[in-house]
């Protein structure tokens, strides 16, 4: 298992960061955002679980190429590759 690659990317007036996945299992190791930070999530290729890993919550979501994910803010998650080659792109929501 391996760290996610990070990128930043620019579309027009949209940023976000892009992450790569090259191996199946490779992880977005577990973050949190501030109240107005967080993000939503789009699947651009493969498949990612995300999960929750906050004490008092316990969720997980699957998403494949097309889904987006909004991500609640002040709560610890994770993005776990589900196949090789996956990318996803999180662009903030504040």
């Not at 992880?27 to 906050?54: D, E, F, N, R």
């Not at 919550?57 to 998650?77: F, T």
């Amino acid at each position: 298992m391996a760290d996610a690659i990070p990128s930043l990317q620019d579309y027009n007036s949209l940023k976000g960061t892009r992450y790569e996945f090259p191996k199946k299992d490779d992880v977005l190791k577990a973050h949190y955002h501030s109240k107005g930070q967080g993000h939503i999530t789009i699947c651009q290729s493969g498949s990612v679980l995300i999960k929750s890993v906050y004490l008092d919550s316990n969720w997980e979501k699957i998403a494949k190429v097309g889904d987006v994910c909004d991500l609640p803010d002040e709560e610890w998650h994770e993005i776990i590759a589900l196949e090789d080659n996956t990318k996803i792109l999180n662009i903030p929501k504040g």
